[in-house]
DNA sequence: GTTGAACCGGAGGGGTACCTCCGCTACAGT
DNA sequence: ACTGTAGCGGAGGTACCCCTCCGGTTCAAC
C-alpha cells in the first residue's frame, strides 16, 4: 500500500478490465476522449471519440456506458495523477509548494473546459474528486497560511476556482497566461 | 452626436430593421439567443432559439444568415451597453471607478460561457467590441495605474481577461464570486 | 489444441439540427 | 382603400448523432 492514498485511487484502478485486448481499448478510449473533451467540451461526440481511438461505438458503450460515465473516467484520471504529485512538492517552501502544485492543477486539467462543470457535479465520483484535491492540495495552502505567506480569509476551494477560471481562459500567448496567474496569486498572498 | 461614440455604436445600430414587425422579430431574436448563448454556449440549438424567440427558422436566417453573425450581433449589443455605463463612472475615485465598472463587466457579460472565444475572434466585429472595450475601460484603468492605485506591470487587457475567467466560472454561491474577485482585484492593487 | 466465455465492430432505427425554398401575410406609402 | 413589396413561417432534404443488438472474433484457462 503506498504512503498516501486519495478517495480517488481506487475507483480509478478498479475500472480497467483485465482482458489484454480490453485493457488496450479502454486505454485508448480514455486517451481518445480526453483529447476530444478538451478540444470540443463535454459535448464532444461520442462516435467521433471511437473513431479516434480506432475502435468500434459498440466497444464505447460497453466500457462507459453512458456519457457522463466516460467523462467522470477522464476527469477521475487527470484528478488522480495530480493528487500523486502533491506528494513531491511537500518539502518546498510553503508558499513555492502552493504555487507549484497550482501551476501543475493548471497544466494537468486538459479537460479544463469542461472543468467548471465537474467542480460542482453531483456524482459521487466527482464528490471523490473533489475530496481527493482538497486532500492533495488543502494541507500545502493551510501550511502556507500558517506560516504567514498566504492571507488567511479565504478558502483552499476559492483558490481552486480562481485558478481553475483563470486558465480556462483563452490567452494571446503563455506569456499573459503566466502573468495574469501571478497577479492573482499576488492577491491571495497579500494577506489583510 | 453623442459625447462620446464607441466602434460599436453605429454596428448594433446599422443592424436593426425599419419596419415594424421586423424589428419587434429582430429583438425577440436577440434576447432568446442572449438566454440560449448563456445557457448552452455559443453552441446553442438555432432551431431552439427561433421557437423561444416565438419566431420562424427562417426568420431567423434571414436575419442573421450565420450562427456566427448572431452571435456577433448579440455579443456587440452587451459590449455597446456596458462601454456606454463606463461614462458614468468616470467621476469616481480612481480604483473605485475601475472596479465598478468590472463589477458590470461581470455581471452584463451574460454571454460569458462564450466569452473567451469572442476575445480572440478574428472577425471585423469581434475587432471592433475589443477596440470600444478598450476606450471605455482602459481610461479608467490608467487613471488609476496614474494615481498610484493599480500596479504598473500589466496592461488592460491583462485586466480583462482575469476577469473574465473569473466570471465565466461556476461558484457554490454569489457570495464566492465576489470574495474570489476581490482576491484577484487585491493582486491588482497591490502594485510592486 | 480445444473450447466457451468475454469481447469486438458496425449496421440500423429513431431523433434532432442545419439550412433552403416558396406560398402566404401584413406593412407602409400613395 | 389599394397595392406592391418586404417580411413571414415552416415543410423537407441532408447530415450527423445517440444507442441497441447480434453474428463473428479473440483471449486465456485447461
Redesign the pocket.
Request: proline share 6%; aromatic share 6%.
Given at each position: 500500500m503506498p504512503a498516501q492514498q486519495f478517495p480517488i485511487s481506487e475507483i480509478v484502478a478498479a475500472q480497467r478490465?483485465?482482458?489484454?485486448?480490453?485493457?488496450?481499448?479502454?486505454d485508448a478510449l480514455l486517451t481518445a476522449a480526453r483529447e476530444a473533451f478538451a478540444e470540443h467540451g463535454s459535448?464532444?461526440?461520442?462516435?467521433?471519440?471511437?473513431r479516434r481511438a480506432?475502435?468500434?461505438?459498440?466497444?464505447?458503450?460497453?466500457?462507459f456506458?453512458?456519457?457522463r460515465s466516460l467523462f467522470e473516467s477522464v476527469y477521475a484520471d487527470e484528478v488522480n495523477a495530480l493528487c500523486r504529485s502533491a506528494v513531491e512538492f511537500a518539502g518546498l517552501d510553503p508558499w513555492e509548494a502552493v504555487t507549484a502544485w497550482l501551476e501543475r492543477f493548471a497544466g494537468y486539467m486538459v479537460t479544463k473546459r469542461a472543468v467548471r462543470e465537474a467542480l460542482e457535479g453531483e456524482s459521487e465520483i466527482f464528490q471523490a474528486c473533489r475530496d481527493s484535491l482538497y486532500a492533495a492540495g488543502g494541507p500545502l495552502f493551510e501550511r502556507a497560511q500558517r506560516a504567514g505567506a498566504a492571507r488567511t480569509d479565504m478558502e483552499f476551494g476559492d483558490l481552486l476556482r480562481l485558478v481553475a477560471g483563470i486558465t480556462a481562459t483563452a490567452f494571446t500567448d503563455d506569456a499573459q497566461r503566466d502573468r495574469v496567474l501571478a497577479i492573482a496569486l499576488d492577491g491571495v498572498r497579500a494577506g489583510r
Open positions: 478490465p483485465a482482458r489484454k485486448d480490453a485493457a488496450r481499448n479502454y459535448e464532444a461526440s461520442l462516435e467521433d471519440i471511437a480506432g475502435v468500434g461505438i459498440g466497444t464505447l458503450y460497453r466500457n456506458p453512458t456519457r
